[in-house]
C-alpha cells in the first residue's frame, strides 16, 4: 500500500517530466527513421526497420532509466521530499522499493509506445509481426529493469553526475564483460585472471540480454535461454536493491 | 506525560576530504510536557534541525536516546502518532494540493474517504481550499508553509514537530500560521517547533529551549527565564508641569517627552515608587505601569555573548 503510494508518484512525476517526451519523441524519430535507410538497402528492408527500431528501444530505454532514474533518489534528498515522507510510518526500504517501482512503471509504458510504433512498422511492410520480436523487446526490458536497479544503487549514495557515468559505465562494461572474461582466462598472469573474474562476476551480464540481432536474423531463441536470461535478471536486480536498501538504510540526510 | 525526551543525545558529523568530527547537538536532555507549546530556539547552526531530523529518524543520534510519547524514537510506528513540518518549504511540487495531501494520507495507510474527509477539514484550516486543484510549482511561499502544516496534520498526531514555521513568510502569513498553532494548542496536541524569530516565540510559546553550539543551555518558561533577569520599570504618565521634570531627572535620566506624554524608565521597586510620589504630588495623571522585562532576543543576545567569551 505505502510502496504503491510512493510507486505511483514516483510515476506521476515521471510523466509531468518534459525530458521525456522529448527522449520519446526522438525514439519515435528513430523508429520511423529506419524506412529511410532500410530504401537504401536492396530487399533487406524489412531487417534494417526490425534492427534500427530494437536498437532504439535500447537505447532510449537506457537514456530514460539515466536520465530519470538516477534524478530520482538524489532530488529527493536535495530538494528535501523525503524528510516529509521518511518522517512518515513509512520504512526506508519501502521508499527505495516503491521509487524503484514507480520507475519501472514508467518505463514499461515507455517500451511500450516505442514497441507500438516498432510493431506497426513491421505490421505495414510484413504484413505479420512474428513472436520472436516480442521476444527481443522482453529481454530489453529486463536489461533496463537491471540498468534502472544499478542507477538506484548509485544514485543512493552519489551525486546525479557521478550517478550518471558510473551506471554509463556499467552499461558499457557490462556488455564487454564475456569478452572481458575470456581474456582474463587467457592471461598469464593471476592478477588479470582474478580481477576479469571478479569485474565479469560482479557487473551485470548484460549480453544475456542482448538477442536483436539473432531474432532480426531469424536465429531461434529457445523459451530456456529466454527464461534463464529473465531468471539472471531477476537474481542479479534482487542482489543490487537489496545492496541499495542496507546503504540507503545507513545514511543520514542531512 | 512526556511528549519528548532525549536522554544524552549527541551527534557528530564528518565533513570535508579529511572527515573532521564536527559535533552538531551535544549531550541533549530535553523534555516536552504533552500539551504544551514549546519553543525550540537559538541562532542559525545550534542544532535545532539536527534535533528535529534525529527525532524523525532522518538522522541517526552518535549517541544517546531518545522517547516520543513514551515510545523509542527507533520504531517506526510511532510516526503514526508525529506530523513533521521540515525547514523550508520544498515539496513535490508537480502534485496538486489535493494529490499533495492525498499521498500522504497513503503514507499511514488511511483509506480513501478517511482521507478525504480529512483534506476538506485541513484544506479549510489552512485555508487553500480554494486552490485544491492547482499544483505546488504556483504556490507563493506562505502558501507551501500552509501547505506543509496541513501535510503534518493528516494523520490527526498527538505531537507537531514544526521547523522554523515562520521563517521567510511577511507578517500576514506569520499571523497565519500563528492562529493555527494556537488552534492546534486548544485541540489538545503537543507543539514543538524551533524558530530564530523571537517574537513570534514569545507570543506563543508555554516554555522554551535556548540551544546554542549544540548545548542546551537554558529551559524554562518565559517569566522565569526573563523576568528574574531585568530590573527595569516603564512609568507613563500625562499632564505633568515642566519642574517636575528636573525632580525625575534626580532619580533617572531616561526620560522621554512626546506631546502630552512622559515616559519614564527607572531601575529598581524604590526609585518607582520615588516617581510615582513626584507624579502624585504634582496632580499628574498615571497612564501605565509596566514592569518591562527583558525581551528574548536581548536575554539571548547577552547569553550568545557571554557563550562566546567562555
Not at chain 2, 485544491?132 to 506543509?148: A, E, P, T, Y
Request: hydrophobic share 45%; net charge neutral; proline share 2%.
Amino acid at each position: 500500500m505505502k510502496i504503491r503510494a510512493i510507486m505511483v508518484n514516483t510515476f506521476r512525476e515521471a510523466i509531468r517530466d518534459k525530458v521525456l517526451y522529448s527522449l520519446l519523441f526522438f525514439a519515435l524519430l528513430m523508429i520511423g527513421g529506419s524506412i529511410l535507410l532500410g530504401r537504401l538497402t536492396i530487399g533487406e528492408n524489412i531487417k534494417i526497420i526490425k534492427d534500427m527500431g530494437l536498437a532504439s528501444i535500447s537505447i532510449f530505454g537506457l537514456l530514460i532509466a539515466i536520465f530519470v532514474g538516477i534524478g530520482l533518489v538524489y532530488k529527493e534528498i536535495d530538494k528535501k521530499t523525503i524528510y516529509t515522507v521518511i518522517a512518515k510510518p513509512v520504512h526506508r526500504y519501502q521508499f527505495l522499493l516503491g521509487k524503484y517501482l514507480g520507475l519501472i512503471l514508467t518505463l514499461l509504458v515507455e517500451v511500450s509506445i516505442m514497441s507500438a510504433g516498432l510493431l506497426l512498422l513491421v505490421l505495414f511492410y510484413e504484413g505479420y509481426i512474428e513472436l520472436s520480436i516480442l521476444k527481443a523487446i522482453l529481454l530489453i526490458f529486463f536489461e533496463l529493469m537491471t540498468i534502472t536497479a544499478v542507477a538506484i544503487l548509485f544514485s543512493s549514495f552519489s551525486t546525479p553526475i557521478l550517478s550518471g557515468l558510473f551506471t554509463l559505465a556499467v552499461y558499457i562494461v557490462g556488455h564487454l564483460s564475456r569478452d572481458l572474461l575470456a581474456f582474463g582466462v587467457e592471461s598469464e598472469s593471476a592478477m588479470i585472471k582474478y580481477s576479469t573474474a571478479f569485474i565479469y562476476y560482479s557487473l551485470p551480464n548484460l549480453d544475456n540480454f542482448n538477442i536483436k540481432g539473432k531474432i532480426v536474423h531469424q536465429v531461434l531463441v529457445s523459451w530456456e535461454y529466454l527464461s534463464f536470461a529473465m531468471l539472471y535478471g531477476v537474481l542479479y536486480i534482487s542482489i543490487i536493491l537489496l545492496l541499495s536498501m542496507v546503504i540507503f538504510q545507513r545514511r543520514d540526510f542531512k | 506525560m512526556i511528549a519528548v525526551k532525549t536522554q544524552g543525545l549527541s551527534k557528530e558529523f564528518r565533513t570535508g576530504f579529511t572527515m573532521k568530527k564536527v559535533s552538531a547537538l551535544h549531550n541533549l536532555n530535553l523534555e516536552v510536557e504533552e500539551g504544551e507549546i514549546f519553543g525550540y530556539i537559538g541562532p542559525n547552526g545550534a542544532g535545532k534541525t539536527t534535533t528535529l531530523k534525529i527525532l524523525t529518524g532522518l538522522i541517526y543520534p552518535t549517541s544517546g536516546n531518545a522517547w516520543i510519547l513514551g515510545r523509542d524514537i527507533r520504531d517506526v510506528a510511532i510516526k503514526k502518532d508525529i506530523g513533521f513540518l521540515p525547514e523550508g518549504p520544498y515539496f513535490y511540487d508537480y502534485l496538486t494540493a489535493k494529490e499533495f495531501l492525498y499521498f500522504y494520507g497513503q503514507l499511514f495507510g488511511m483509506r480513501k474517504r478517511e482521507i478525504e474527509e480529512k483534506m476538506d477539514e485541513l484544506l479549510n484550516l489552512v485555508g487553500l481550499r480554494h486552490v485544491k486543484d492547482i499544483q505546488l510549482r504556483r504556490f507563493s511561499k506562505g502558501m507551501l508553509q500552509r501547505i506543509g502544516i496541513a501535510q503534518a496534520l493528516i494523520n490527526d498526531p498527538k505531537l507537531l514537530l514544526l521547523d522554523e514555521p515562520m521563517s521567510g513568510l511577511d507578517p500576514i502569513g506569520r499571523a497565519k500560521i500563528k492562529e493555527i498553532i494556537l488552534q492546534l494548542k486548544e485541540d489538545g496536541k503537543t507543539i514543538l517547533f524551533s524558530s530564530h524569530i523571537l517574537s513570534d516565540v514569545e507570543m506563543l510559546c508555554d516554555r522554551v529551549g535556548i540551544l546554542t553550539n549544540g548545548k542546551l543551555t537554558d529551559v524554562g518558561s518565559l517569566d522565569s527565564l526573563l523576568i528574574p533577569e531585568v530590573k527595569s520599570i516603564e512609568i507613563v504618565t500625562s499632564h505633568m508641569e515642566e519642574n517636575t521634570i528636573e525632580e525625575i531627572k534626580t532619580i533617572t535620566e531616561k526620560i522621554t517627552l512626546r506631546d502630552e506624554k512622559m515616559l519614564i524608565m527607572v531601575d529598581s521597586e524604590e526609585n518607582k515608587e520615588r516617581v510615582l510620589r513626584i507624579i502624585n504630588r504634582n496632580n499628574g495623571r498615571l497612564i501605565s505601569l509596566t514592569p518591562g522585562r527583558k525581551t528574548l532576543e536581548e536575554y539571548l543576545v547577552e547569553k550568545l555573548n557571554r557563550g562566546v567569551a567562555l
